[in-house]
């Protein structure tokens, strides 16, 4: 059974950066697209950073773009996300998900939540000014 796990929140002060990472353990067959989401209070969840593993393409939510990198350590089976300069609006849950890479365009866009199946449980950030 795969299992995503999240690590690397906590607080963090506007500016600083940090560095959020989601361990796979299990078999992850076909779940060649990884991505992180976060979600604020009383917002929707929103993908902010993609990765095909197969061919280490990447997409990012356009107002993450510049600041967010999403990588990946085979080695370690991790993604992992950096994240710099920290606004007070990064605060949210971050979650790390795993799907299945689309066909006839980009293997893993910028798409809801609805098209991945295996989530973590999240970690969650703290931005303060």
């Known amino acids: 059974q795969e299992q995503l796990m999240e690590s690397g929140g906590g607080p963090v002060e506007a500016g600083g950066t940090l560095r959020l990472s989601c361990a796979a353990t299990?078999?992850?067959?076909?779940?060649?697209?990884m991505a992180w989401f976060r979600q604020a209070p009383g917002e929707e969840r929103q993908l902010v950073a993609s990765?095909?593993?197969?061919?280490?393409?990447?997409n990012y939510d356009h107002s993450v773009k510049g600041r967010f990198t999403i990588s990946r350590n085979s080695a370690k089976n991790e993604i992992n996300l950096n994240i710099n300069s920290v606004k007070v609006a990064d605060t949210a849950m971050y979650y790390c998900a795993a799907g299945r890479p689309l066909i006839g365009g980009p293997p893993c866009p910028v798409i809801g939540p609805e098209y991945f199946d295996l989530w973590g449980q999240g970690t969650k950030v703290t931005v303060s000014s």
């Open positions: 990765i095909y593993t197969l061919g280490g393409q990447t």
């Open positions: 299990g078999s992850r067959s076909g779940y060649l697209c």
